[in-house]
């Protein structure tokens, strides 16, 4: 069985500074691996995904994240956050084969970012 | 336009009534999902519909159920409220189920039993 592990459940950070958030994964199969943001009072949203190839992904609001397979790692960045990427994240893996329902997400890490 | 909209957003209610949770997408989505966030953050599948089909249904109590009387609806029923029952319910589309595909959320509702 797949599991998601975020080992941080907040990260608090000041504007402008970098922030890494992490995000480990267990599966006896290949995955697929997904970021996911929820802002304040909204669902979640897409933030970026590997599917394959490159392993340093790049999503909307700059951030970026780098599947690392022998760490099973899946840790999201940005080199310099701003208020507005306050907001919970969420890592989620998919096995190989699987649709989109069976997603297995993470408990979210809430990252606040102060001036 | 609200992409994916569930009302009501907040729900309170007592022990052992029975409500429903209403989401409507109007993106022309195939598939549409219910899933639960408890207080622990964890966000979990309960039930995926393919075009009013049900295709998956997670271990969930049958005090719980879908209706899709088309596929831009899902709306969700739950009879006998019990307090475990107490979460965030979201509901998602998605143009087809496969990979390359993402998620489209609504805000959530959150349900209060007491």
């Known amino acids: 069985a797949q599991s998601v592990t975020q080992l941080d459940s907040q990260v608090p950070v000041f504007e402008e500074a970098p922030v890494e958030l992490r995000c480990n994964y267990s599966?006896?199969?290949?995955?697929?691996l997904f970021w996911y943001v929820q802002y304040p009072n909204q669902g979640l949203q897409l933030l970026l995904k590997?599917?394959?190839?490159?392993?340093l992904v790049k999503g909307i609001n700059g951030f970026e994240a780098e599947f690392n397979k022998s760490q099973t790692s899946f840790h999201l960045r940005k080199p310099s956050v701003h208020i507005s990427d306050t907001a919970e994240y969420f890592c989620?893996?998919?096995?190989?084969?699987?649709?989109?329902?069976?997603?297995?997400f993470g408990k979210g890490t809430k990252l606040s970012v102060k001036p | 336009d609200t992409a994916v909209s569930q009302t009501p957003k907040y729900l309170v209610t007592q022990m052992g009534n029975d409500k429903s949770i209403k989401c409507e997408q109007n993106?022309?989505?195939?598939?549409m999902y219910w899933y639960k966030q408890d207080s622990k953050k964890f966000l979990k599948i309960m039930f995926s519909?393919?075009?009013?089909?049900?295709?998956i249904n997670e271990t969930v109590p049958n005090r719980f159920s879908p209706k899709s009387p088309d596929k831009a609806h899902l709306n969700l029923h739950i009879n006998s409220l019990e307090l475990g029952d107490s979460a965030v319910y979201f509901c998602?589309?998605?143009?087809?189920?496969?990979?390359?595909?993402?998620?489209?959320f609504g805000s959530g509702t959150q349900l209060s039993v007491l």
């Open positions: 519909y393919n075009n009013k089909e049900l295709i």
């Open positions: 599966s006896s199969v290949s995955v697929y």
């Open positions: 993106l022309g989505h195939d598939t």
């Open positions: 590997y599917l394959s190839g490159s392993t």
């Open positions: 998602a589309s998605s143009p087809l189920t496969g990979v390359n595909e993402k998620l489209f």
């Open positions: 989620a893996v998919l096995n190989y084969g699987g649709s989109q329902g069976n997603l297995i």
